[in-house]
Each structure stands twice: as structure tokens, then as C-alpha cells.
């Protein structure tokens, strides 16, 4: 009888270590997934600026469909005259996901 408890002691413990590995495997898969979605996205949205017209700011591009409850926002600092660097940062629930960097020259 003795052995059964302490079996069915040990399964538990085992148990409860595999599901909160599960759930911690789960978690960063999730976080890796929402990284790469918003690393995507503001490359599209630095892509899409560096095609304008060199300006002294940016509107934020518009977020397509597919990254809903992503939003972005984009930040121009002059250099120099003809120099600017442009930042566009994307934000999840609240949090910045990623934020990149990128140079725009006037031509």
C-alpha cells in the first residue's frame, strides 16, 4: 500500500514538472512569434519611408491587416541637412516588441 502512495506521489510531481515545462515551452514560442511578426512589420514600415519623399517627418505607416494588435510609431531625427535617421518602433498590447533603426538621405 505504501509503495502505491509514494508511486502515485513521484507520478505527480512528474506530472506537474512536465506541464509547467509544457506551459513554459508554449510561452517562449509565443513571445518568439510575436518578435518575429513585429520585426517583419518594421521592416515593411522602414522599407515603405525610405520610398517617400525625403520630409522633415513621417506619418506612421498604416499596420496591414494581418498584424492587428500591432500599432507603430516612427521617430525622425535630423543629422545633418540632407541626413536623417529614422526609428520606427512596434508595440504590442501596451510594449515595444522591436525597434529599428534605418538612414535616409536627401538626393
Not at 14 to 34: C, M, P, Q, V
Not at 67 to 95: D, H
Amino acid at each position: 500500500m505504501i509503495e502505491a502512495v509514494i508511486a502515485l506521489a513521484l507520478l505527480g510531481i512528474f506530472g506537474a514538472t512536465f506541464l509547467g515545462a509544457l506551459g513554459t515551452s508554449s510561452s517562449a514560442r509565443l513571445i518568439a512569434d510575436e518578435h518575429s511578426s513585429g520585426l517583419i512589420l518594421a521592416e515593411s514600415q522602414i522599407e515603405y519611408l525610405r520610398e517617400l519623399p525625403y520630409a522633415s517627418s513621417y506619418d506612421a505607416p498604416p499596420v496591414p491587416d494581418e498584424y492587428a494588435g500591432y500599432t507603430t510609431t516612427v521617430e525622425v531625427e535630423t543629422l545633418r541637412n540632407s541626413l536623417q535617421k529614422i526609428t520606427v518602433s512596434v508595440l504590442r498590447r501596451g510594449r515595444e516588441v522591436v525597434s529599428l533603426e534605418s538612414y535616409k538621405v536627401s538626393r
